[in-house]
């Protein structure tokens, strides 16, 4: 079966501007985790959806959003880019529960210049 | 009480070695304990995982252990290889709550 996809792989933003990331899960699969990823933090957890609706949030500003389809599939949108905001951003699918195995995407590395 | 402390930062063994990566948790109501490892320009994927009822498991080369008395847990690797040689993180959670993440392992297993 497909894994998880996201688009775009790569994206250079401007400070100041807002970007959309998306994240196709495997089929069947009603949660969505998003995770920020730098050298030095590790995984920070931003947001899981599950059904179309928020279920859990990490500690990250509001200009860090997302949203869910009914088809699962999921965005996270970042307004008001900062250069701070440069990380790999991974995005997981699991079955339903968050405590069974997450399948991550390969992530979307964005650069904020 | 919500962090996962993970040990080392980084490690170098030769191969053949048995590297050793530890976690510890304060939580004492997370049930669900994976490690996922990834290599450079991959997402994490899921390596073993257990659960407090047991305090042991292996699936080939990799074993947890599991010690609910000391709130530890920590991944061994057997006869490593190079092909090892990824970050290893540790994660915790409870029911549907969010994985909580330890800061991940740099692991470089020598030729």
């Known amino acids: 079966k497909a894994g998880v996809t996201q688009t775009p792989r790569y994206l250079i933003k401007t400070r100041g501007q807002q970007v959309t990331l998306s994240c196709s899960p495997i089929?069947?699969?009603?949660?969505v985790s998003w995770y920020q990823q730098t050298p030095g933090q590790g995984l920070q957890f931003l947001f899981e959806?599950?059904?179309?609706?928020?279920?859990n949030k990490g500690n990250f500003p509001g200009r860090f959003s997302g949203r869910q389809f009914s088809n699962s599939r999921s965005e996270m949108n970042v307004s008001t880019l900062e250069l701070g905001d440069s990380a790999l951003y991974l995005c997981?699918?699991?079955?339903?529960?968050?405590?069974?195995?997450?399948?991550f995407g390969q992530g979307t590395r964005l650069t904020v210049v | 009480q919500q962090q996962v402390k993970q040990s080392p930062q980084s490690l170098i063994v030769q191969k053949g070695g048995i590297p050793i990566i530890n976690c510890a948790y304060e939580?004492?109501?997370?049930?669900?304990f994976p490690w996922y490892q990834q290599f450079p320009g991959k997402g994490p994927a899921l390596l073993i995982a257990?659960?407090?009822d047991v305090s042991e498991k292996k699936e080939g080369r990799f074993t947890i252990s599991f010690n609910k008395s000391a709130k530890q847990f920590s991944l061994h690797i057997m006869d490593s290889q190079p092909g090892d040689s990824a970050t290893y993180f540790c994660?915790?959670?409870?029911?549907?709550?969010?994985?909580?993440w330890g800061a991940g392992t740099k692991l470089i297993i020598k030729p």
């Open positions: 257990i659960r407090p």
């Open positions: 089929s069947g699969h009603r949660s």
């Open positions: 939580n004492t109501a997370f049930d669900y």
């Open positions: 994660a915790a959670s409870k029911g549907n709550y969010q994985l909580i």
């Open positions: 959806y599950f059904s179309e609706t928020q279920r």
């Open positions: 997981a699918s699991s079955l339903d529960s968050m405590n069974t195995e997450a399948f």
